[in-house]
């Protein structure tokens, strides 16, 4: 089955002029906001930005190993992605503008947007993804017990100063967490920008909860927004979803479906996949159970302990703590033991309260499993005798 990388070459011949703007499209530029432009692009400018046919060339010419230039769990697919592209007439005169990028450790944040002028009055406004930064994993959990996150606040004013300096009509989206900043942002920006905005995708990022939801701005978006997950979804099945995802099928294996290049593509649409694997299904429920079953305060404290062990490593990627994993493990736990123990009892708690949930929920899902099984073998030795029933009757 194809992908973003054989729609390209399918249907690169046909400018956005000639063939509108549509959801795989969203896809592909989405995975390009994990280009890193640090020292290629210039920051933050809108006036005249370089074509992705430029970029291509320009990192061609570098001779640098595509680690260099994107911040991808698998950068060469980044870097097939760009090369493909920029070859194509519908992306090879895309310009980027406004491209920024920031990264700290402490608050926990992690934030890239890169905006794609697909014509003079059409643009696309993306938010790169997670990684495998440290912060911005760090950034990703505390939406669970925090509204609103440092990558939240920068992203609506990085709409809101875009949008004042182009014309015409705007779509907005990401990957992973890029996906949650990109509705966030669209629901928080100004209500004149607002009205500008065409699309809105969230390419298997996570919800909100639902003072956000239930908010004027993301009531006022409902219509144009797009949440795309794959049928093993994990990351986008966190927290709550204002919207009925649809749900697309997937060549990758449970986790590694998150990967936008293993999503399948046929003509200008995903494949759907109709509902949601059991796995899937499952795990939404013992993370959801779990988290409805801790306060805020315990949720923070959670992630508080979690990322402070991962801090005291000195590492800003979780690379860099597998590349030393002894040592790293060995510092984790110093840092652990070092909590007071009243605090350890408390994250016991919490991870127990996930264990007993996964418990819970597996049970009932194997328990359903074997009444399905034995309602299978039921009507099957039911049909087997009516059909010996016949063969009887009809040789009398």
Not at 85 to 91: D, H, N
Request: aromatic residues 8%; neutral net charge.
């Amino acid at each position: 089955m194809a992908n973003i990388i054989d729609y390209l070459k399918w249907r690169g011949d046909m400018s956005f002029s000639c063939d509108c703007f549509n959801e795989v499209d969203n896809l592909i530029l989405s995975q390009l906001a994990y280009l890193n432009l640090d020292g290629v692009a210039t920051r933050g400018q809108m006036c005249s930005g370089m074509t992705l046919s430029d970029l291509a060339s320009q990192i061609i010419a570098s001779e640098e190993p595509p680690s260099v230039y994107a911040s991808y769990y698998y950068p060469e697919k980044v870097a097939e992605l760009l090369m493909c592209a920029a070859k194509t007439t519908r992306y090879r005169d895309v310009e980027l503008l406004g491209y920024v990028s920031s990264h700290d450790r402490q608050p926990a944040s992690q934030f890239s947007a890169v905006t794609f002028s697909l014509t003079g009055d059409e643009h696309y406004i993306a938010f790169r993804g997670t990684g495998n930064s440290v912060a911005g994993w760090e950034e990703n959990l505390r939406m669970s017990f925090e509204e609103e996150v440092p990558a939240h606040r920068q992203a609506v004013i990085y709409v809101n100063d875009t949008a004042a300096d182009l014309k015409g009509r705007l779509h907005l989206g990401g990957h992973s967490k890029g996906g949650n900043i990109a509705v966030y942002a669209a629901t928080h920006s100004d209500s004149k920008i607002r009205a500008r905005i065409m699309n809105v995708y969230n390419n298997d990022g996570p919800g909100f909860h639902m003072n956000v939801i239930q908010s004027t701005g993301y009531q006022d978006m409902a219509s144009r927004m797009h949440t795309l997950v794959p049928k093993a979804a994990l990351v986008g099945m966190l927290l709550e979803c204002g919207e009925s995802p649809v749900i697309v099928d997937s060549k990758g294996l449970g986790i590694w479906q998150h990967d936008a290049f293993m999503w399948e593509v046929v003509g200008t649409r995903f494949v759907r996949a109709g509902k949601l694997s059991m796995h899937s299904r499952n795990l939404d429920s013992i993370l959801e159970g779990w988290l409805d079953s801790l306060s805020m305060d315990e949720r923070k404290q959670f992630v508080d302990a979690l990322f402070g062990m991962m801090r005291a490593t000195g590492a800003d990627a979780f690379d860099d703590m597998l590349m030393d994993g002894p040592a790293t493990i060995s510092t984790m736990k110093g840092y652990y033991l070092g909590i007071d123990r009243e605090t350890r009892r408390r994250l016991t708690d919490i991870v127990m309260k996930l264990w007993r949930e996964s418990r819970r929920v597996y049970g009932k899902s194997i328990i359903n499993e074997v009444n399905s099984l034995r309602r299978v073998a039921s009507r099957n030795r039911l049909s087997a005798r009516t059909e010996h029933a016949r063969v009887a009757k009809k040789r009398t």
